[in-house]
């Protein structure tokens, strides 16, 4: 069917006056936007069903929540056959989430599926804390994350708190492919649904404050931080989670408290872009802040600025963030002797392949899954009862302690951060130079990112044939160094172009090309699974012995990189 014969379809007495009476209008008036509407279903990409909201199958709006509730209902009954299922949803500050969340209740409860709810927004990892919490077969997020303010979605979550992957992801979608517009129960039964009262947060809390700060409260009445919640959900959990940790000085910005789907002060809600941090960096000036936090509209993602070793602030990657995250972790079990030999610590393959390096410096394991912390989600779940997950992290700005949730978590993120700077800094080093210790004990890495936006029909073709062009005519060098291994997720092999050996690659098909080249560096490219965008990624790497050649050696790093990106332009 062509995306005209999928809209007229809506204009059935199934679906209410108002979306007849605009899909009618786009018939009418707007050809092309009646064609990216109805062109196709929103699909389940890297972090759930995201997509604009309006009118259409390819729209996020009542009828197509409604289809993929239903599917899951349906999916759920039939994995469970005549169990008493449970769900827990939370909602994230965009608008329409929590009407969203409403609709999606009641067609849960209309199904006979007792559903939790919270009175007002919270953080997605808390909404993962508590499907396990609760015990819950499933839970649901409303949220597009950091996408554009036009965007919505919804996450969903497995019993074990960590977002779907196969088979059930494959098992939803097929269900909910099946759903006709009838076969939806938009009336909710009222009996079953339940409103938590604060009881859940206080435990979330607690939780993200063992697993995040420390007894020991060296330098926590000192560190200043400076935190932003970007107008999103941390600002419930994050400010509370550090007085309660025993942090004195905590600095907010003002004019991001304050929830808000338009996120009226800056351009993206993402503190993967530098400027979604300006303000925060600005106030960090005027008060000497140590360290600045921000966090995206649903609370799982984290930005960190730290003083450099001239005492600038500097914005940290999501690989530094991570690298000083993880080294602090093992250097402790290292450090008080807790390592029982069965550790593990979790990545993924556009992230640093510094996570490998550093597993190998403590002896233990690094996992590495596809792009997504579903993926992290789904390793911690099928280790379960032989070994010890860690931590685990991705370069896109998302980092997780211990299992106790199972998604990226910005709240214990931030906790453990601040103890860091905290401790570091009474022993009068501080949190950048733990950085770059970590790249002594390995070796100095260096990552950055391209993000290229194509929206709309005509952007995923284009991203679709940049693959494929890459794919038949792939680069054989980067930067004068010849490409030395390919590596395809799509065909699951990895290449060895000088030996021409192949070996299977053992990770979930992706469309997905890595390269490394003879001199170290490795080159990413993927389509987003979450946003129009074609992602390359760049990393580099060298030897460092001392603190003081960092900033000479990193100049040399950055250079490199900004060589390997002019390749691609
Ligand atoms: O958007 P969030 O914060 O939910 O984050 C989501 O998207 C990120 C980027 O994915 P992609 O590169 O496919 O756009 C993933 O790494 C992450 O695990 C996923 O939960
Ligand atoms: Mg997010």
Redo the contacts with the bound molecule.
Sequence with gaps: MNALDRAKVWLGEAYDEETRNEVQNLIDNDPKLLEESFYKDLEF????M?GIMGTGTNRLNKYTLGAATQGLANYLKEFHGDKELKMVIAHDVRHNSRKFMQIVADVLTANGIKVFIFDNFRP?PELSFAVRHLGCDAGIVL?????PPEYN?Y?VYWNDGA?IVPPHDKAIIERVGAVKVEDIKFNGNPELLETLDNHVDDVFLKNCVKYGARKQKDGYKSLKIVFTPIHGTSIVSIPEALDRAGFEHVYLVEEQIKPSGDFPTVKSPNPEEPEALSMALDLAKTVEADIVIGT?P?G??LGIAVRDLDGNLVLLNGNQTNVILTDFLLNELETKNEFQGNEFIGS?I?TSDIFLDLAKHYDIECKLGL??????GKMIREAEGKQKFVCGG?????FMVDDFLR??DSVTSTLLACHIAAKAKSEGSSIYKKLIEAFIKTKCYQEDLISIVKPGISGAEEIKQMMKDWRSNPPKSFDGSPVVVLNDYKTQESKNLKTGEITPIDITASNVLIFYTEDGSKIAA??????P?I?FYFSVHTELDHVDDYPATLEKLKAKIERLKAELS
């Design positions: 990409g890297t972090g759930g995201r997605t949220t597009a994350s950091h996408n979605g996450k977002q995206d649903d799982d993602r993924t556009v792009t997504g912390f579903k993926w992290i991705e370069e896109s700005f998302g998604d990226k993927r389509p987003s699974g979450t946003e965008k992602k």
